[in-house]
């Protein structure tokens, strides 16, 4: 027999008398690890998953770009639905008719149910071309339910003009919008206050003497009402503009204080609106369609059967039971060598000629006890 052979044989006796003798440290371990996953997958909860597929028809036509162009574009306009559907305004119209909540008592516990719901939905792109809506819950009674509801809001979102989703130039026409509202408020609120008895009046000639200030905005003088009178040699067209602007401000008013006020509100007012009007001319108005392109057409999407209550469910426990008991093995094994390291024992030949100083010829099996008591 071969040194090779004969090393590999010797080893291989001692690592079974080892574990012949160590087996109790190598077992208890695993034991307790078997116990504590047991246990863990019994009382720990079950996740059950209802998923839906949608094919996004689409996805598959190559539109004057390549392949890898248009799964990027679609990966985006994934993401943007699922930031879209998992908003707090689209979550809130959905939870009355989700069975998995009760209904929110107080603004706190809608929060709290808003997030819980969006954290249960998952949304995955598969092959570029099909969109998996999963919903994620402890109960599997009626999960199918919830899942058709929300995809019912997904597509009625999605194949029409939605409210609430806004391109780049509807949300600054939204903005600039509520900027001139908010300023004529503040301008009629003033009027209002200022005990006047005809505010459209008053708001009509405010506009005639904002477009006298405008057409003399490039002369020599300030047209404003703190302004002083223009010099002696301006041209009696100018004298003339400063003096009707004048008698329109004593019309309005014959407290100086109350007119610049208005005045300057009015501007404020006319620049708003001037800048809504320039950016809607600009823009053309605001697109009716929605911005999700691909999703331009209903016939596009296509749910691929209806989503069902699911019959297995998935525990967290049963990953970390598997991993409990590989890592009771491995520390076993290494409990044992370590009492074995530290066992101050002669384990092989080579450790018995070191000692001995003598050549060791054979091995002497082990000898039971019977043996050696008649012997």
């Not at 509520?178 to 005990?195: C, H, Q, R, S, Y």
């Not at 999700?292 to 596009?300: E, L, N, Q």
Request: glycine share 8%.
């Amino acid at each position: 027999m071969g040194i090779g052979s004969e090393f590999i044989r010797e080893h291989l006796v001692f690592a079974l008398d080892v574990l012949r003798r160590r087996w109790l440290l190598l077992a208890l371990p695993i034991l307790l690890a078997a116990l504590l996953s047991a246990f863990a997958v019994k009382f720990a909860p079950t996740k059950y998953t209802a998923k839906s597929l949608i094919l996004l028809q689409a996805a598959n036509r190559s539109i004057g770009g390549s392949n890898t162009i248009q799964r990027s574009s679609t990966y985006e306009q994934v993401r943007a639905i699922e930031a879209w559907l998992k908003s707090d305004h689209v979550l809130a119209g959905i939870l009355p008719q989700i069975k998995a909540f009760p209904p929110a008592k107080s603004p706190a516990e809608l929060f709290i149910q808003t997030r819980a719901l969006g954290a249960s939905l998952t949304f995955e792109l598969v092959g570029g071309s099909i969109l998996e809506v999963g919903l994620e819950g402890r109960n599997p009674v009626g999960l199918g339910r919830d899942l058709e509801v929300i995809l019912s809001r997904l597509m009625e979102g999605l194949t029409g003009p939605e409210q609430n989703i806004f391109s780049a130039p509807q949300f600054v026409l939204m903005r600039r919008s509520e900027d001139v509202a908010i300023a004529e408020t503040a301008l009629m609120k003033a009027i209002n206050e200022g005990g006047f008895q005809a505010p459209l009046q008053v708001r009509a000639e405010l506009q005639q003497l904002w477009t006298m200030t405008q057409r003399r905005g490039n002369a020599s003088y300030d047209m404003s009402s703190s302004a002083e009178p223009p010099p002696e040699t301006a041209s009696d067209d100018d004298k003339r503009a400063f003096a009707a602007a004048n008698r329109l401000r004593l019309a309005i008013s014959e407290n100086p204080k109350v007119v610049q006020n208005l005045e300057r509100l009015y501007g404020v007012y006319q620049a708003a609106l001037d800048r809504f009007q320039a950016l809607q001319n600009q823009a053309g108005g605001a697109r009716g369609n929605n911005y999700v392109g691909i999703f331009d057409s209903p016939d596009d999407l296509l749910i691929i059967g209806r989503p069902k209550d699911p019959i297995v469910g998935e525990s967290v426990a049963r990953k970390l039971a598997v991993a409990g008991i590989l890592l009771s093995v491995i520390g076993g094994c290494g409990l044992v060598f370590l009492v074995e390291l530290f066992a101050g024992l002669l384990r092989t030949r080579r450790d018995h000629e070191n000692a001995s100083g003598l050549q060791v010829v054979g091995r002497v099996s082990r000898i039971p006890r019977k043996k050696l008591a008649h012997g």
